[in-house]
């Protein structure tokens, strides 16, 4: 029984630390940068979650809740490049070049908020990533001192199975983002 009351001590930590930075698109407040994080692609085209987090980044900009789109991803060096085929994407949808900005060193959720901040300059952003991964990115973007508001974007349209493997895997995640906190920032 303390094994399972401790092992969803993480996951129970990163809700509550953004509970309350979690809104819908409608509601959240507007600042300068909306805050993408990466997805796989398949050769140079976004997957459908990654298609379903672009989509918001552009609704975002076109409704003037943000100025810049900043792009994080893998681009390990061989061909693979999830912020390029993100930023052909949101160019293509009608993101002007100049307002997208691209770290092509978005390895994970935890670089992404650190760059975010030390690399960047964020100090806020609207954060877009799926329902699933949402709590897990505003909590480490908050504790890199990005003032984050969560925008997380349904998932069933890609897939029930995708969409049970996203909330599995979180499970797991979230003691990684609590390990990153604790340990890997000080």
């Known amino acids: 029984m303390l094994l399972v009351v401790l092992a969803t001590v993480p996951t129970v930590w990163e809700r509550s630390v953004a509970g309350p930075y979690l809104r819908d698109p409608a509601s959240v407040p507007a600042v300068p940068v909306a805050l993408v994080f990466g997805a796989r692609v398949v ?12 989509d918001a980044a552009v609704s975002l900009y076109a409704r003037h809740k943000v100025e810049v789109i900043l792009v994080s991803g893998n681009d390990n060096g061989r061909g693979y490049d999830e912020p390029d ?17 691209v770290d092509h060193a978005g390895f994970d959720t935890w670089d ?27 909590a480490l973007c908050r504790a890199n001192g990005v003032t984050g508001y969560g925008v997380g974007i ?11 493997y996203g909330y599995f895997r979180e499970y797991f995640a979230a003691s990684k983002a609590m390990w990153d906190v604790l340990v890997t920032a000080h």
Do not use: K, W
């Not at 349904?154 to 049970?164: F, H, I």
């Open 154 to 164: 349904g998932s069933a349209s890609v897939g029930m199975e995708s969409t049970v």
């Open 112 to 138: 992404t908020c650190v760059r975010a901040r030390t690399v960047f300059g964020v100090d806020r952003a609207i954060l877009v990533t799926q329902a699933f991964h949402v709590a897990r990115a505003v």
């Open 85 to 101: 085929v993100m930023r052909r994407y949101l160019v293509a949808h009608g993101v002007p070049a100049r307002q997208v900005v």
């Open 43 to 54: 050769g140079n085209r976004p997957t459908a979650f990654l298609v379903s987090r672009l």
